[in-house]
């Protein structure tokens, strides 16, 4: 995990940075709905679990794109080589979530080996991290699933005072489309210090892209 810090003078951004992050603190979210049909298929051909998929998926388009690792680190702006998965493992017993993290890979393999052996270790446990030794890395970004409820939109929303330009990524509940295409609701908020809808779009784009062509590869 590195961080690189950023000239605010020279980085074409800056003064667009400035202005919502200080002047006029902004921040938006969208909800779109992305075609699962064929990602869901080469999982179950792959006899995976899905979540892992959607989390390592997210996180590798995410990771493309400077602008949705922007941080601020001891009062410097900068960005993180990668982010980190930070999402709630749901606990059947009680009703309950604890925080889990999984470190990223590009290597799918390696990262869902990971999400498994993070499963095996810590799923049981309870409280508000399931990793309760180590704090959440400091380029984890929050990335879930409802899988209760096929929403129209979701946004979260941070409310603590401190610096925070990572996104927040949630998922819904899959629906079959008049087509009888499997659909999924992906809700993605960001600060817009960070990203405008650009960066979303692209984001958004790549990563139905490598949906339709997950498994190919791999």
């Known amino acids: 995990m590195t961080f690189t810090p950023i000239d605010l003078q020279r980085w074409p951004r800056g003064q667009v940075f400035w202005y919502f992050a200080k002047m006029a603190p902004t921040g938006y979210s969208l909800t779109v709905e992305l075609d699962v049909t064929e990602v869901l ?16 998926l997210v996180t590798k388009h995410l990771n493309n794109q400077v602008e949705f690792k922007i941080a601020e680190k001891d009062g410097q702006v900068g960005y993180f080589d990668t982010l980190t998965p930070l999402y709630a493992s749901f606990h059947q017993d009680d009703k309950t979530f604890s925080l889990m993290w999984t470190d990223y890979d590009d290597d799918f393999d390696v990262f869902y080996q990971r999400y498994v052996e993070n499963q095996k270790r810590f799923g049981e446990n309870h409280g508000v991290l399931c990793q309760p030794q180590t704090p959440p890395p400091e380029n984890a970004y929050t990335v879930s699933c409802v899988p209760w409820i096929n929403f129209k939109h979701f946004a979260v929303h941070s409310y603590e005072n401190k610096p925070y330009y990572f996104p927040s990524v949630e998922a819904g509940r899959f629906y079959e489309d008049e087509a009888g295409r499997m659909r999924m609701p992906l809700s993605i908020t960001c600060h817009h210090a960070a990203t405008d809808g650009y960066h979303v779009d692209r984001f958004l784009r790549e990563l139905q892209e490598e949906m339709d062509g997950f498994g190919a590869k791999l």
Do not use: A, I, S
């Open 41 to 56: 298929r080469r999982t179950k051909e792959r006899g995976l679990k899905f979540f892992p998929v959607y989390l390592w």
